[in-house]
T-cell receptor, first 115, second 115 residues
Framework: GAGVSQTPSNKVTEKGKYVELRCDPI?????LYWYRQSLGQGPEFLIY????????DSGLPNDRFFAVRPEGSVSTLKIQRTERGDSAMYLC?????????????FGEGSRLTVL | KQEVTQIPAALSVPEGENLVLNCSFT??????LQWFRQDPGKGLTSLLL?????REQTSGRLNASLDKSSGRSTLYIAASQPGDSATYLC??????????????FGEGTQLTVNP
């Protein structure tokens, strides 16, 4: 597609529920990143995929968070047993390692609210 | 561990003024530095990217400089307009060996340009 697409744009859920957030990167971009941004803060790194594999998942806060990218394109961030502290904007970005610049392109984000 | 600091946290200026936003980082071994704009509740829009070998980049009324040895970057906005009101984020990208190609963000400068 023309840009990074994230769905849903807004998600409201109850504490303890399971949530999935989807990211569709720019076509041909093999690198994909997930970030989390709390209100008034800068984005914090969660996980980085190169192709289908998670090259760096050191930013995932705990084992309730998991992400997959089974075919090397679309990625899903999964959050189990959601807590109120998980409320944040979840941002996805992609880049093309072959471009040489390393520039990241971000989507519009998914706003998660846990009641 | 890379740390990025942005000063000031907030800035309010009258329309037409030239202004400078500051970004500093602790580890000078960076691959590139990117400046982003973020409107309230939205995703990140890339403004300028400076490679580690470059000193500055320009786009329209925006000019970003990089002094890697001192760990500093500035974003200069000429003839500011109310439409420039947004949060400006600075982010540095490390090398794969040290930080998995992730971007490390500052907390942003919230800019308000008054008509």
């Amino acid at each position: 597609g023309a840009g990074v697409s994230q769905t849903p744009s807004n998600k409201v859920t109850e504490k303890g529920k399971y949530v999935e957030l989807r990211c569709d990167p720019i076509s041909g971009h093999t690198a994909l990143y997930w970030y989390r941004q709390s209100l008034g803060q800068g984005p914090e790194f969660l996980i980085y995929f190169q192709g289908t594999g998670a090259a760096d998942d050191s930013g995932l806060p705990n084992d309730r968070f998991f992400a997959v990218r089974p075919e090397g394109s679309v990625s899903t961030l999964k959050i189990q047993r959601t807590e109120r502290g998980d409320s944040a904007m979840y941002l996805c970005a992609s880049s093309s390692p072959t471009s040489g610049t390393g520039e990241l392109f971000f989507g519009e984000g998914s706003r998660l609210t846990v009641l | 561990k890379q740390e990025v600091t942005q000063i000031p946290a907030a800035l309010s200026v009258p329309e037409g003024e030239n202004l400078v936003l500051n970004c500093s980082f602790t580890d000078s071994a960076i691959y590139n530095l990117q400046w982003f704009r973020q409107d309230p509740g939205k995703g990140l829009t890339s403004l300028l990217l400076i490679q580690s070998s470059q000193r500055e980049q320009t786009s329209g009324r925006l000019n970003a400089s990089l002094d890697k040895s001192s760990g500093r970057s500035t974003l200069y906005i000429a003839a500011s307009q109310p439409g420039d009101s947004a949060t400006y984020l600075c982010a540095v990208k490390g090398f794969r060996e040290t930080s998995g190609s992730r971007l490390t963000f500052g907390e942003g400068t919230q800019l308000t340009v008054n008509p």
